[in-house]
């Protein structure tokens, strides 16, 4: 934001926040307008604050910013969108944790990013509405690579160039994309990716969602996608996940009915 503009109103995500001093609170947000950036919310913690049930993670809010001597400082709040039901529901709540994390891993300060703000914020709405969170959030990953420079190659071998064929096939982390059974079987370090899982990332690929849910996504290729994608996003960022296990464990508890 240039130092010229005194204030500024902006639509951002809440990505996260801590604690700061003896009321106030320091957040994370995505917005649309300057991308990634950190704000203090003064005197939010007080018991009669207007602003605290406006910057709870994961909320879609309209916001005032005004310069402070080191940060942004938000003088106004305003929700716009605070998906309820995924809050009312610890799975949901583990994906759409997940997503904001790898935003958060992926992005720094560095501007205005509209594809990326779009990506998330209809995102948390699929997975706030729709009845299967999972399809919505492999579907996220691929199309995060994308908008973050890490985009795959899924139609070539990465090795010989060769192009992909309709049957298993090996996924390089390294080389960023698939790998050929002929070159495959001489390669260290791949991962096997069966044709069904490879088809939906090329088709996600390529898809605009509406386009993406004319794809059926099976149990058994979710968790193939959910493996090998986890590992990827993880080799990428040179550092492990804090939701993954989250989410496993509250699925699983889910699944089992315990308490």
Not at 229 to 255: D, H, K, Q, S
Request: proline fraction near 3%; glycine fraction near 6%.
């Amino acid at each position: 934001m240039p130092s010229r503009v005194r204030s500024q109103r902006v639509e951002a995500i809440v990505l996260r926040h801590t604690d700061w001093g003896e009321a106030d609170r320091l957040l994370w947000l995505f917005t649309r307008e300057i991308g990634k950036v950190q704000v203090v919310a003064k005197g939010v913690r007080k018991p009669r604050s207007r602003k605290a049930g406006h910057l709870e993670p994961f909320t879609r809010v309209e916001l005032q910013l005004a310069h402070g001597r080191d940060l942004l400082i938000v003088t106004q709040a305003e929700a716009k969108d605070t998906y309820q039901t995924l809050r009312e529901d610890l799975v949901l709540v583990g994906y759409a944790s997940y997503t904001i994390e790898l935003l958060d891993r992926f992005t720094y300060e560095e501007g205005e990013n509209i594809g990326l703000y779009r990506l998330l914020s209809e995102t948390l709405s699929r997975i706030n509405k729709e009845t299967d969170p999972a399809f919505a959030v492999r579907y996220y990953e691929i199309r995060l690579l994308d908008l973050v420079g890490f985009r795959p190659q899924l139609v070539h071998c990465v090795n010989c160039g060769e192009e992909i064929r309709a049957e298993d096939q090996f996924f390089s982390f390294e080389k960023g994309g698939v790998i050929c059974p002929k070159c495959g079987v001489k390669e260290a370090g791949v991962r096997p990716v069966s044709m069904p899982a490879l088809k939906i990332l090329r088709h996600f690929q390529r898809s605009n969602y509406a386009e993406a849910q004319r794809a059926r996504l099976s149990s058994a290729v979710d968790r193939e996608l959910e493996n090998l994608m986890g590992n990827y996003l993880t080799y990428l960022l040179e550092r492990g996940l804090n939701t993954p296990a989250f989410l496993r464990r509250v699925r699983r508890t889910a699944e089992t009915g315990d308490s």
